[in-house]
């Protein structure tokens, strides 16, 4: 299993600011996922983070909109830049390591 | 694009009765699924994990099976009971480690 990490837990943040979530595994992993759940819905993924390379996006999400690091192989960071309402939203970083995906317990994010 | 949807999206019984959960995907080339459990403002707990070449894994009471060819799974759930009551989803793993969610199914299990 991996035990995986996220703050902060929630926040409320002004219109046209920026927040940035960090997401720490207790172990080494190739690749980071997160994810985007807003209110009522399933999960969504944002982008896939790989340690030493820029990060893959899907379709619908932006390297400007969603900075992503990942300095090292246990660690990433997701920043939600210039938010908006749009963008209130529950935020979980992930990883897969064979023996199935385990998720951090998620960022509340609400836009004002 | 693989798509995945749950039936039902909601779920009420009474406590003790055995229940099925369906989950339907539109691609079968898939490496595993995965079935979670999320509590209200939670993040997701695992429940159980088939990979590709099997057909079903237990645990405890839960049951899940796989049917790739056909694209579907299923989540049962027996002597339901209270604390069961949670949003449950289905998800597909396909390449690169990407998981598909569903849509999920929200039991309710009254005492």
């Given at each position: 299993s991996a035990v995986i990490s996220q703050k902060p837990s929630r926040d409320i943040c002004q219109r046209g600011t920026s927040l940035t979530i960090q997401c720490q595994v207790d172990s080494q992993v190739t690749m980071m996922f997160w994810?985007?759940?807003?209110?009522?819905?399933?999960?969504?993924?944002?982008?896939?983070?790989?340690?030493?390379?820029?990060?893959?996006?899907?379709?619908?999400?932006?390297?400007?909109?969603?900075?992503?690091?990942?300095?090292?192989?246990?660690?990433?960071?997701?920043?939600?830049?210039?938010?908006?309402?749009?963008?209130?939203?529950?935020?979980?970083?992930?990883?897969?390591?064979?023996?199935?995906?385990?998720?951090?317990p998620g960022t509340r994010l609400t836009v004002l | 694009k693989q798509e995945v949807t749950q039936i039902p999206a909601a779920l009420s019984v009474p406590e003790g009765e055995n229940l099925v959960l369906n989950c339907s995907f539109t691609d079968s080339a898939i490496y595993n699924l995965q079935w979670f459990r999320q509590d209200p403002g939670k993040g997701l707990t695992s429940l159980l994990l088939i990979q590709s070449s099997q057909r079903e894994q237990t645990s405890g009471r839960l049951n899940a099976s796989l049917d790739k060819s056909s694209g579907r799974s299923t989540l049962y759930i027996a002597a339901s009971q209270p604390g069961d009551s949670a949003t449950y989803l289905c998800a597909v793993i396909g390449a690169f480690n990407k998981f598909y969610f569903g849509s999920g199914t929200k039991l309710n299990v009254k005492p």
């Open positions: 994810y985007r759940q807003q209110p009522g819905q399933s999960l969504t993924l944002i982008a896939t983070a790989n340690q030493g390379s820029e990060a893959t996006y899907e379709s619908g999400f932006v390297i400007d909109k969603f900075p992503i690091s990942r300095p090292n192989l246990t660690f990433s960071t997701l920043t939600v830049s210039n938010m908006s309402p749009e963008d209130s939203s529950i935020y979980l970083c992930s990883v897969e390591n064979g023996a199935g995906g385990f998720f951090g | -």
